[in-house]
C-alpha cells in the first residue's frame, strides 16, 4: 500500500522559506506513470494546489505562487519537497503532498494517494 | 484565472439523495474528480474521470456530467457522508490544477 508522509519544520518566520519534503514508501517516485503533487488547505479554507513534478523534474506551479515555489525530486532517498520563499501569514495552512494520475500531453489528473498533512505556520 | 464554482452547502436527510454541483468553461473537454474531506483528514478520492468510482467507495457515490457542469451525487445519504466535498480539474492546457471551492454537506 503506497503511503506518502510530509515533514518539516511546523513554524517558519515572515519573509524566510518554508520547507517541507514528502517520503514515498510502497511504491517507487521513479515511477513514469505519475507526477506528484503539493496543496495547501488554509485553515478553514479549501484546497489550493501548489504545483506537480514527475520523476523526470517536469514540474508545472501555480501561476499564483510560480514565482515563490520550487519543487524538486530525490529519487535516490523517493522523496519530493517543496520549498516556498518569502512567506507570510497567508502561507499558513496544512501542506499536503499527494500521487498524481496524468495523461498524454501532459494533462494532470486526479490525486489518489495523500499524506496525512502537516500544519505549517508563518508566524514571527 | 480558472475557476470551479460549487455551492458552499447542501443539507439532506437520512436516505435522501444529495446532489453537488461543479461549474466552469472546460469542463466539457477537461475529466472532473470529487474529493470527501472530513474535519481533520485528508481528502479522499470518491469519483475520478467524471463518473468512476475507486475501489472502497461506496455505490451510492456516482458522478455526471453535462456540458460545463458536472455532478456528484450520494443516493441514500448516510450520517457518515457529512463531509466537505471538492470539485477538482484542470484548464483547458491541462495543466493548471484547480480546486472548487468546497460544498459542506450537512446530514439533517
Known amino acids: 500500500q503506497l503511503q506518502l508522509q510530509e515533514s518539516g519544520p511546523g513554524l517558519v518566520k515572515p519573509s524566510e522559506t518554508l520547507s517541507l519534503t514528502c517520503t514515498v514508501s510502497?511504491?517507487?517516485?521513479?515511477?513514469?506513470?505519475?507526477?506528484w503533487g503539493w496543496i495547501r488547505q488554509p485553515p478553514g479554507k479549501g484546497l489550493e494546489w501548489i504545483g506537480s513534478i514527475s520523476y523526470s523534474v517536469s514540474t508545472y506551479y501555480n501561476p499564483s505562487l510560480k514565482s515563490r515555489v520550487t519543487i524538486s525530486v530525490d529519487t535516490s532517498k523517493n522523496q519530493f519537497s517543496l520549498k516556498l520563499s518569502s512567506v507570510t501569514a497567508a502561507d499558513t495552512a496544512v501542506y499536503y503532498c499527494?500521487?498524481?494520475?496524468?495523461?498524454?500531453?501532459?494533462?494532470?489528473?486526479?490525486?489518489?494517494?495523500w499524506g496525512q498533512g502537516t500544519l505549517v505556520t508563518v508566524s514571527s | 484565472s480558472y475557476e470551479l464554482t460549487q455551492p458552499p452547502s447542501v443539507s439532506v436527510s437520512p436516505g435522501q439523495t444529495a446532489r453537488i454541483t461543479c461549474s466552469a468553461d472546460?469542463?466539457?473537454?477537461?475529466?472532473a474528480y470529487w474529493y470527501q474531506q472530513k474535519p481533520g483528514q485528508a481528502p479522499v478520492l470518491v469519483i475520478y474521470k467524471d463518473i468512476e468510482r475507486p475501489s472502497g467507495i461506496p455505490e451510492r457515490f456516482s458522478g455526471s456530467s453535462s456540458g460545463t457542469t458536472v455532478t456528484l451525487t450520494i443516493s441514500g445519504v448516510q450520517a457518515e457522508d457529512e463531509a466537505d466535498y471538492y470539485c477538482q480539474s484542470a484548464d483547458s492546457s491541462g495543466t493548471y490544477v484547480v480546486f472548487g471551492g468546497g460544498t459542506k454537506l450537512t446530514v439533517l
Open positions: 510502497g511504491g517507487s517516485i521513479s515511477s513514469s506513470s505519475y507526477y
Open positions: 499527494a500521487r498524481q494520475d496524468y495523461g498524454d500531453y501532459p494533462i494532470l489528473y486526479y490525486f489518489d494517494y
Open positions: 472546460a469542463l466539457p473537454k477537461q475529466y
